[in-house]
Each structure stands twice: as C-alpha cells, then as structure tokens.
C-alpha cells in the first residue's frame, strides 16, 4: 500500500495538549475490552505509517488506553495495573480514569505522575451503562456540577505539577431533557482541562439513532481557550473530516469506528496531511492483521496463549465484515482456542479475496436502542447532591469491572 504525497496544507494543524503534539489530530476513543495494549499498538503503527507516508514525525495520534476505576488503580489491582500497561515506544502515553470522588480521583492522579504511570490523563463522564449511571456514574454525574468540577479540579490540580494534561470526555447530557454538555465544557475550560471531547449522543441514546454533531458545534462556540474534540459515527476519513468542516471542532475521536479495522488510523493520517489515498486491504493482508492482533494478544497476556485467543474472538467479525467466508469458518474462528487453530482456519479461506467496498464499511458495534437512563433516586430533582444520593455515588466504582 503506498500513500499519495499530501497536499501542501494539513487539514488540520497538530492537536496540542499541554506539552505534548500530536501530528494527526485524531483520538483512539477509550473502550472497554478493546483498546488494551495489543489494539492500541496496531492502530499506532497504521497511524504512524499514514503520518510517514506524509512526511512527518512524531506522535501520529492519542491512543487512550481503556477506562480504569481511581479505586481500583489506588488498591493497585493486578488486572487495572495490566490495563495501563504500555509498550515501551508508545508515547505520550494516555489513561482514562473513572471517578466519583474528588478525593480518589485526586489520589489516583498523583499516584500516576508520581510513578511515572501516564503522560496524559482522560476523564470518563461519558459511560453510558446501567451499572454506571445507577449509582451516579459516567454521563449520569456532570448533571451534579459541584461534583463534577470538584472531580476535575482535583485531579488537574495534581497532574499539573508534572505537566500531564487533562481532559475530559462527556456526552450530551442523560436525555434530551436534560442536557449537561455546554456547561460542564465550560467548567472543565475553567478548571484547568487541557481539551474536552463530546460524544454527541446522550446517555439515554446510548449508541443509537445519529450523533448530534450540531452539539459539537455549538461546544466549539461556548469553549474557546481550549481544543474541543468531536466524537461519534465517524466511520471513515471522510466522516472526520465531514465532522470538522460542520462543527470547526480541533480534532475527532473515534470508538466503534475502527473496530476490526485499525488501518483507519492510517486513513486519518492522510486525510488530515491532505492525501485522498485510503488502505483497501484483501483478506490476505486483513487475516494477517487478524492474526498479528492474537500475537499481540498473547504478549498482553504474559503469554497466556489460551486467554489471548479467547479475547481475539470478539474481534473475528469485525475484522471480517463484508467478506465472504462463509458461516461454518465464521463459527470456527469464534472458537478458536490456539494461534495455531487460528492460523489453521485461515489458510482454509480464500485470502485472494479482494477488498469487498461497501459491505465493509459503515457502522460495526452494538448500536442498542433508546432507553431510560437508569439514575439515582430523585437525581434530577436537583443539581447538588443529597445525603442519600451522596451514599449512592460513593459506592458508584464499586459496580465497574474491568479496572
């Protein structure tokens, strides 16, 4: 796959947070089960590879590393420690916490600059599931602001000595009658926050029906010292590129996107230094992504061979989206239990399969359906917390698994 030279002029100029440059303005979006450090690397090098083909250097993206609890990280869990792990040329290196409490979220972000632990830290206010917003949590908690702000203040406050920016990813708000975006952008603007991203969905949305990037739009308007990222149903480069044209948003983040498909971050590289060039891959060089993430899976996993290829299954059909290999492959391949049964199933299929076009392209992910956000008792009575809600926050990262 060779790139075209870009244009003379970017797209976009580098997205700057804090001290740290990032060349294409784009964010691998946190996501829970994926973004480990065996995905990240494979998206980093596509990205890289883009971001050389254009004759620059540097950080090609943020690759965020997947959603981790302030309590779990300060108990120092075994499985939360693995999910900030980084490989040692991934830089700057990004963890998105998850938290309640101004008091924990501040003691994880110490414990992180102190040990030399993360070069930028991201804020999930954005998590949409029951589990979280029940008691509280994610896209449920900008609606309390004083939380909110106590949150980001305290952990910009100890980042800051260390000079690790800190941003902050959020939703519309929980329903359309209750939004929280424009305000909490402000606050975090206020406080301290290197860039805020908006997903423009609400909570009770979750992935469902069409992002609002008219929201983004009207963020970009409200926050001005500080870059504002757009987020959602960016499928393709043109999709990023659609989104900032309408929203003059600073950069984008992408999740679902680039399931099964980390060459997007190649595509964005070169959609933003100018090119029009896009990686078409067969199903030779996609199995072969295929089997490389399982590789990497396995390194993640201390060479835990059987759990590498147990979390690789998730990804089969991403990977093999619009392909014709046939349901019984299919079947096989979400079985697979060895690197070597992978490699097996795959030299049964026609690898001279040529890019299928648009039966591969498009949404991939659960989108779910509208739903009512599950809150708190009486949450949106008010804007502060009671003594009852305040006892429902607090065991809030108790619910979240995973780190």
């Not at 690759?63 to 991934?90: C, F, N, Q």
């Not at 008219?214 to 989104?243: C, F, H, Q, Y």
Request: aromatic fraction near 6%; include cysteine; proline fraction near 6%.
């Amino acid at each position: 796959m060779t790139l075209a030279a870009p244009s003379n002029t970017p797209v976009l100029p580098a997205l700057r947070l804090g001290r740290h440059v990032v060349q294409s303005p784009v964010v691998l979006a946190p996501m829970a089960g994926i973004t480990n450090r065996a995905f990240r690397r494979l998206c980093r090098e596509y990205g890289t590879a883009g971001l050389e083909a254009g004759g620059a250097s540097g950080a090609s993206s943020l690759y965020v590393a997947e959603m981790v609890t302030s309590r779990a990280l300060l108990e120092r869990s075994p499985e939360t420690l693995r999910l900030i792990s980084h490989d040692p040329g991934e830089h700057p290196r990004s963890v998105q916490l998850y938290s309640v409490d101004p008091v924990t979220a501040g003691l994880a972000a110490r414990m992180l600059v102190s040990e030399d632990l993360a070069d930028h830290i991201d804020l999930n206010f954005g998590c949409p599931v029951p589990k979280v917003t029940r008691k509280g949590g994610g896209a449920a908690l900008p609606w309390k602001t004083e939380l909110f702000r106590g949150i980001v203040a305290a952990v910009v406050r100890e980042a800051s000595a260390s000079e690790v920016p800190v941003t902050v990813k959020m939703r519309v708000g929980i329903d359309d009658e209750h939004h929280t975006y424009l305000e909490a952008g402000r606050v975090a603007e206020a406080e301290g926050a290197a860039a805020v991203a908006l997903h423009g969905r609400t909570a009770a949305q979750a992935y469902s029906g069409q992002a609002d990037w008219e929201a983004v739009a009207r963020l970009k308007e409200a926050v001005t010292s500080i870059p504002v990222l757009g987020n959602g149903d960016i499928w393709s480069a043109e999709d990023a590129l659609a989104m900032v044209r309408r929203t003059g948003c600073d950069g984008v983040v992408v999740g679902r996107g680039c399931l099964g498909r980390p060459w997007l971050f190649t595509d964005l590289a070169a959609a933003f230094a100018g090119s029009p060039v896009r990686v078409r891959p067969g199903l030779r060089e996609v199995t072969a992504v295929l089997r490389r993430h399982a590789e990497y899976l396995v390194d993640f996993y201390d060479g835990d061979e059987l759990r590498g290829a147990r979390d690789i299954r998730k990804h089969i059909a991403w990977y093999l989206k619009g392909f014709p290999a046939g349901s019984s492959v299919r079947s096989a391949l979400a079985l697979v239990d060895s690197l070597e049964a992978l490699d097996r199933l795959i030299a049964g299929m026609d690898l001279d399969a040529p890019w299928p076009g648009a039966p591969a392209e498009g949404p991939r992910g659960r989108a779910g359906s509208p739903r009512v956000v599950a809150l708190p008792e009486n949450w949106l009575r008010s804007r502060e917390l009671d003594e009852a809600q305040a006892a429902a926050v607090a065991q809030a990262e108790l619910s979240v698994s995973g780190g």
